[in-house]
């Protein structure tokens, strides 16, 4: 049971100590009844810190009255109280920061801390006696202050309590003499005084009054809102711990966009929070603005105006007339009208002859683009004629420099005179084809010295015949179409990749509207991932390392059979920055293709890469990420495509989650067949 000094406040006296009559109401006054400024506390507690007064003296004397407390004797479980008083003798106000017993074992406390006592002013300290156990009871009351008479100012206590008879009949530790308080009804053990008061008609406390504590009690009362409300009177809760309503509210309906509160709860049309609010329809010189309204439907909202209709872009009016989001972009390059189709402020320039849409490949010597038809077909390939002798290979179709038409991403293999080949049986000793042309096998870098910067390189973790060469740092260029010539291009250099750097996808990853370059350093140094970002002005800043792709690779020396990056990526969390996916076959012998997820953190870095959660049942050499389903959550799917042979591409669903998304099962959406 809890001691009265333990509780300050009256609420708190009257709480612990309640007994019948005039001793329940004279506890209550004193526990809670006299405060100073700083109200009553508990002050049950040892002093045990430091005799240190305030750091300003005052010039006030402090005099307590009486200078000791001789509690007379009283029984176990009734409570004493005695006055101390503290006046301040002096024109100075005096600082009391602690008032404190101190042994403090607990049956002697205080309802004051601390106080300030006002020049001539005196403060009463209520000091109380509850003794649970028998016996004598000596301490010494400290109050420590700034007075001039000295830091501390003890008060010797003395109190003793004997044991009484306790004639308790329902067992509940209460009645007559008892040390936990008086008893009102000996036939029920759940009333006695000091019970906690329950909503059931009875006297729980013995305080003479029933179901005091429940406020509103039998009063009117009100349930539901709008067509569900109800009228009823407030009656004791079924557990008796509070009140209730005894009536029930209406049910409601799911809410419409109607103007009325459906769902009854207090808010109308609240389901549709931009009812009200501007909406447009359109882009540029088309956009009309009005607010939102509810559909015909109810179930939704609508912007209730049309749209104006488009016009032909005009360059350098400020206006997007062709209401496509993009103000004086003008149209397609036309070489040879001496017209700034473009709206760059040149003419007849490259950037744009190879059409709005197209994609491109390469293989052995060539590249070639294919134009988009504009029905879901493309033309017949453009041969594109690069200057020099080196030999290209495409990394990505983009807009690389920024002008919104599409730009080729190219990487340049130096020739310098090696032959070319398709199989290593066209090279000499020593050497082996890859990349298409003759490189010499090596062992360690000091056989590396046809070209500047060439480093030994393993090209497979695994051992493979001849996958070991010399390899050179290789140029990346941004490629262009060229007004001379249909196939001729224009190159211009973006950044150096590094002997046995791998490049991944094409993907804007810091979120400032250019295609950065992801990629792959060498796995023998370290397994770092790098990001070349684009600036939008021709110029690329390497960040490295941006990531580290152990993960991917696998466990062991030799890691993963197959590893790398996807060459799609989208923000698969949401935060408005594009993150990278990456993909692995364990083995030769394994029948599924793990995922693996770089989140990106909007600066050219990645968190740390972990596994997605999903895999294909199967191995996948081609996988694509974006929302399959519509549902805005990004979907992956994969499959086998390119080997000559019948396989399938399987979807994995997303469906939200955090920190990693929840994968309906991977299953077969589309049979694939060589074409």
């Not at 004493?80 to 024109?91: K, S």
């Not at 400290?142 to 109190?159: E, I, Q």
């Not at 569900?228 to 409601?252: I, K, L, M, N, Q």
């Not at 017949?380 to 004629?385: C, G, Y």
Request: proline share 6%.
């Amino acid at each position: 049971m809890s001691r009265p000094h333990e509780m300050g406040g009256a609420r708190g006296g009257r709480a612990r100590f309640a007994r019948a009559g005039a001793l329940l109401a004279l506890l209550a006054l004193a526990v809670g009844g006299c405060s100073s400024d700083d109200g009553g506390r508990d002050a049950a507690i040892a002093d045990t810190a430091d005799t240190s007064a305030p750091d300003t003296t005052s010039s006030a004397l402090l005099v307590a009255d009486p200078e000791r407390i001789d509690f007379p004797v009283t029984t176990v479980g009734v409570p004493l109280i005695a006055d101390l008083e503290l006046e301040n003798v002096g024109e100075e106000p005096i600082v009391v920061d602690r008032i404190a017993f101190v042994s403090g074992d607990g049956e002697l406390g205080t309802n004051l801390l601390e106080t300030t006592v006002g020049p001539g002013a005196k403060v009463v300290v209520k000091v109380t006696f509850y003794a649970l156990t028998a016996g004598t009871h000596a301490d010494t009351l400290r109050v420590r202050s700034n007075a001039r008479n000295g830091p501390v100012l003890d008060v010797p206590v003395l109190a003793i309590a004997n044991v009484g008879v306790c004639e308790d009949l329902d067992g509940d530790q209460h009645g007559v003499g008892c040390a936990a308080g008086a008893d009102c009804d000996e036939d029920d053990d759940a009333i006695y005084a000091g019970a906690p008061e329950r909503c059931n008609g009875e006297d729980d406390n013995c305080n003479n009054l029933y179901d005091e504590s429940f406020v509103g009690l039998g009063e009117p009362c009100s349930v539901g809102l709008g067509r569900c409300a109800r009228d009823g009177h407030r009656v004791c809760a079924d557990d008796g711990a509070g009140t209730r309503c005894d009536t029930e509210p209406a049910p409601g309906a799911a809410e419409l966009c109607n103007g009325e509160d459906d769902d009854c709860d207090g808010l109308t049309d609240e389901d549709f929070p931009s009812k009200g609010g501007l909406c447009s329809v359109g882009l540029g010189a088309c956009r009309v603005v009005d607010k939102y309204v509810c559909a015909p439907t109810l179930g939704g909202l609508t912007c209730p105006v049309t749209a104006r209709p488009p016009s032909t872009e005009v360059c350098d009016d400020g206006v997007d007339n062709d209401c496509d989001g993009v103000v004086d972009e003008g149209q397609i390059e036309v070489c040879g009208n001496r017209v700034d189709d473009d709206c760059d402020g040149q003419t007849d320039e490259s950037g744009s002859r190879w059409g709005e849409v197209f994609f491109a490949r390469d293989q052995g010597d060539t590249v070639a683009v294919y134009p988009s038809s504009g029905d879901g077909t493309f033309e017949p390939p453009i041969v594109l004629d690069f200057p020099g002798d080196a030999r290209y290979s495409v990394l990505a179709v983009a807009d690389i420099d920024g002008d919104r038409w599409l730009d080729l991403l190219v990487r340049e293999t130096v020739l310098a005179g090696r032959q070319r080949c398709l199989t290593a049986s066209q090279c000499g000793a020593g050497y082996t084809c890859a990349e298409g042309i003759c490189r010499r096998l090596c062992t360690n870098d000091g056989q590396c010295n046809e070209f500047p910067l060439e480093r030994c390189v393993d090209t497979r973790s695994h051992p493979v015949s001849q996958d070991t060469y010399c390899v050179p740092p290789a140029k990346v260029y941004l490629a262009r179409s060229s007004c001379t010539g249909a196939q001729s291009i224009e190159l211009t250099e973006l950044f150096t990749l590094d002997p046995g750097d791998v490049a991944g996808p094409v993907l804007d990853v810091d979120g400032n509207g250019h295609v950065d370059l992801v990629g792959l350093h060498h796995w023998a140094e370290g397994k770092r991932g790098f990001v070349w970002l684009n600036d939008g002005h021709g110029g690329y800043t390497r960040v490295s390392p941006a990531f580290d792709y152990g993960p991917l690779f696998g466990p062991g020396v030799l890691g993963h059979w197959q590893w790398g990056l996807s060459p799609s990526g989208k923000d698969l969390d949401g935060d408005g920055y594009v993150d990278v996916i990456g993909q692995s076959v364990a083995s030769t012998d394994a029948t599924t293709t793990g995922f693996w997820y770089l989140r990106s953190r909007g600066d050219g870095t990645f968190d740390p890469m972990v596994a997605l959660g999903a895999d294909i049942p199967s191995p996948a050499n081609l996988t694509a990420v974006g929302d399959f389903d519509g549902d805005g959550d990004q979907d992956i799917v994969g499959g086998l495509d390119e080997d000559g042979q019948p396989g399938a591409a399987w979807i994995l669903l997303n469906l939200g989650g955090s920190p990693l998304p929840a994968w309906v099962a991977a299953y077969e959406v589309f049979d694939l067949v060589p074409t």
